[in-house]
């Protein structure tokens, strides 16, 4: 029995990924999903895949759903997507020659009930990079899509001396974690 596996995301970096190891899959990208409920801002990559799984899952019964979100934080406040160039600049100034987390939910959905939901965390220390360096990569047009204004797999890989956990994870899916949950779905 093969299964209909959705992944609840419109990211090309989770597509290349999941198609890189060898999962088949289609993609319906979520529409509106509910905001996270949590107090705890370090709960909402959970709460947010979960939400995006679970939307795409009430429209595709019987269908396994991937939901994921991803947030950078520094001292636990977390920094979405920039809304620009001065944004971005302005975030990778905080997290310049400073650790940050990179937290990853991932969430499963089927016939519209959240069958799990979990979260994985990378820990990313940035290099001391000159305004310079930093204002040369905003200026390339990279960060403007990628929470906390990087990509770790482009030219944001400069910006960063080490990582502690998952790269893929800060890419934006944990694979482990993935093939894991995935694996109570094999048919």
Excluded: W
């Amino acid at each position: 029995m093969k299964v209909d596996l959705i992944l609840a995301s419109g990211s090309p970096r989770r597509r290349e990924i999941l198609t890189k190891i060898g999962v088949e899959f289609r993609v319906v990208v979520s529409g509106d999903e509910e905001h996270p409920k949590s107090k705890n801002p370090l709960d909402f990559p959970r709460e947010n895949a979960a939400a995006k799984a679970l939307a795409v899952s009430k429209k595709e019964p019987g269908a396994v759903v991937l939901g994921y979100d991803t947030l950078v934080f520094l001292d636990g406040v977390p920094l979405g997507k920039p809304k620009d160039e001065a944004d971005a600049l302005e975030m990778l100034n905080k997290l310049n020659g400073k650790a940050h987390k990179v937290i990853t939910g991932v969430a499963i959905a089927k016939n519209g009930q959240v069958v799990d939901a979990q979260q994985e965390e990378t820990r990313v220390y940035f290099r001391n990079n000159t305004l310079q360096e930093l204002k040369d990569y905003v200026n390339s047009k990279d960060p403007l899509d990628k929470a906390g204004a990087y990509g770790i797999q482009t030219q944001g890989a400069r910006l960063i001396s080490r990582i502690e956990g998952c790269y893929y994870n800060v890419v934006g899916l944990p694979v482990a974690r993935t093939l894991d949950m995935l694996g109570k779905f094999k048919g």
